[in-house]
């Protein structure tokens, strides 16, 4: 049974409130002169480890017994999940045990690092990821967290949206990009709890729209070898999360890799943000007109801003 | 007589606040915890065409009557002060005329445009840009107004310190980038008028600095052939800044391109800020040690962020 309500998730903030930014929605005149409409850009690429993940990991710790995590944590990610669940562990006072394939970059390993986390390298395959998790729990005892198909991540995520409704009013849509599905199932629950009349529309990019494709067949289908620069979004909808899109998502649309670096570049351009690629893509959908912005309001989630420096002059 | 006060620049917030932003001021626990003190953050790169310029430009042009302008403005540079009168010029609704060196990258040409000024080239030098702007001017009848060495402009740029006395209580310092003078000749005002006891620090590139050379003979002192990727930070002090700079500012620190490379990279990986190298000088001047952080709290201007973007996965 779903516990995934409003209410779940206004504890959820209360509970993580000490440990997250409330993130500011920043606008730009240019750009909205340029789509003619309003863009409101919520900015979890200013979040804790620079994403979103920084909440639903501090929540799915928070809402757990002390006894539960004392041994520890266990994940497995190559991304912001791994310094997001890191980072939450850390808050907590309990170890954190983050498996990694050993194509990690450095940079994404030092950043793990960085927030007390030990890290186990394993094969770039989810066998071996799970079979490294696995020998690692029996090991030390501590508790898998999964970084999205869980509830209180679910709940942490969707506390994004919570801040959303009381920065800006009269929402036309949230645009939300969709990886394994934590995010938006939080957002649309409290979207169409709140606000009803808001659609909701989730984004993936066009090598990896799994969510899509599990939509229009009515289950969870996998794509074969998703490729995208979006790397965050490349997982499969969770379990969890499959029955709650289904009910509150309005639409998915697609971006290209190009209309996602077209993306990245008109926010770091026009607003001098540092969005990665899974963070921009909610954008392209607008830039490159998958939705019109036209006389509306709209709200797009930069999800996160870890992306390697290439700056200069 | 020097005309600068704070009631002066008082005057130019009411006259400006409705065109430039009030811009944030942003804290970054990693980067407090690894210098050990509180670093507040003033984010110039949002403020309007992406630089503090939008303030001075906007009150040059406001403070004087409609008819003197109403014929048009003119100036000569190849970078924000250019975007900076061209935006305050289609505030007030009358031509624009932008000098700039035919060597300038189109994209400052086309945001320069895009606000609406009329940009004509010139040779790069000196010599060229003072003749094709006295040509504009006796064609056109447009007046003159300098990016930096006048007192309106002074003013308006000194309004980034009334928000940041607004923003943060007990600073030990402020820390602002030298160019031409023109912004912190009105910060320091402020700062000294309202909080006297917080130092204000003066920062240039090794290769340009022109202010410390000529705090320390007396005089106005050009270096030859300056030299730094922090290009908005090339220009000579202004006659009018001078006195200023000498009665205020307490000391002026010197940064490397390095180290200015170093903080813009830091504050694009910790913080997700666009910062041009002009605008991350200040940072560098911390993160590198030349003004110790120890126990303080410390505000860096970051006075603008346009810079190329090289960015991608």
């Not at 969770?238 to 290209?256: A, E, H, K, L, M």
Request: some cysteine.
């Amino acid at each position: 049974m779903n516990p995934l309500t409003v209410e779940y998730i206004n504890l959820a903030r209360e509970r993580i409130a000490a440990h997250v930014h409330k993130t500011p929605l920043l606008t730009s005149s240019s750009i909205d002169s340029g789509l003619d409409g309003e863009v409101f850009f919520k900015c979890e690429n200013f979040q804790k480890v620079g994403a979103f993940k920084a909440r639903g990991a501090c929540n799915a710790l928070l809402s757990r017994q002390i006894e539960e995590i004392a041994r520890g944590v266990v994940t497995h990610s190559s991304g912001n999940a791994a310094q997001g669940l890191a980072y939450a562990a850390q808050v907590c006072g309990v170890p954190a045990y983050i498996v990694m394939p050993k194509t990690t970059t450095a940079v994404k390993v030092e950043a793990t690092k960085g927030y007390g986390a030990s890290v186990t390298f394993c094969e770039p395959t989810l066998a071996s990821r799970e079979e490294v998790s696995r020998q690692l729990q029996l090991e030390t005892g501590a508790v898998f967290v999964h970084p999205y198909n869980d509830y209180d991540v679910m709940a942490g995520q969707g506390t994004v949206a919570l801040e959303i409704l009381e920065q800006v009013d009269g929402l036309d849509a949230v645009l939300c990009p969709i990886g394994g599905g934590g995010l938006i199932s939080g957002i649309s629950t409290v979207i169409k709890s709140l606000s009803p009349n808001t659609e909701v529309i989730g984004v993936e990019p066009e090598g990896a729209a799994e969510a899509l494709l599990s939509l229009q067949r009515g289950e969870i289908t996998a794509v074969e070898g998703p490729k995208s620069i979006a790397e965050g979004l490349l997982s499969t909808v969770g379990t969890r999360c499959f029955p709650v899109i289904q009910q509150n998502v309005d639409r998915i649309v697609t971006v290209s890799d190009g209309e996602i670096r077209g993306a990245m570049r008109t926010l770091f351009e026009r607003m001098k943000l540092v969005v990665e690629a899974s963070g921009a893509a909610t954008f392209a959908a607008l830039e490159a007109q998958k939705v019109s912005l036209k006389g509306k309001r709209v709200a797009v989630v930069l999800s996160g801003g870890n992306t390697n420096f290439l700056g200069g002059e």
